[in-house]
């Protein structure tokens, strides 16, 4: 009885190994292709980018107008914070430094 279960499983196996194989190699000549329409990258590459639309609004911008609000993007405004107010963020970040430290400390 074993040696007839044995029998079916290799070719039950085989079959589903040739079966496998055939839809495997049957879809990749389609699959490897691009589509007709779309356009190569080499040829994207090359091409020159003269419109533009705005990150923060979607506007349409000429390049000029891209350079321009990409530079003031990328300024640092400068910080707007009270003097006080850093000194007192410049002592907790000292204290907490100290107590890191000094655990016993109570301070």
């Not at 040696?3 to 290799?10: A, G, H, L, N, S």
Request: charged letters at 20%.
């Amino acid at each position: 009885m074993a040696p007839m279960k044995r029998i079916r499983f290799f070719v039950l196996s085989v079959s589903v190994s040739i079966l496998v194989g055939l839809t495997s190699h049957w879809q990749t000549a389609v699959m490897a292709l691009p589509p007709a329409e779309d356009i190569p990258e080499e040829i994207l590459r090359t091409e020159i980018i003269l419109e533009a639309r705005s990150p923060v609004d979607g506007e349409p911008l000429n390049a000029a107008e891209y350079l321009e609000l990409q530079a003031r993007l990328q300024a640092v405004p400068p910080p707007k914070l009270d003097p006080k107010i850093r000194e007192q963020i410049f002592l907790l970040r000292i204290r907490s430094v100290l107590l890191q430290l000094f655990p016993f400390l109570d301070i």
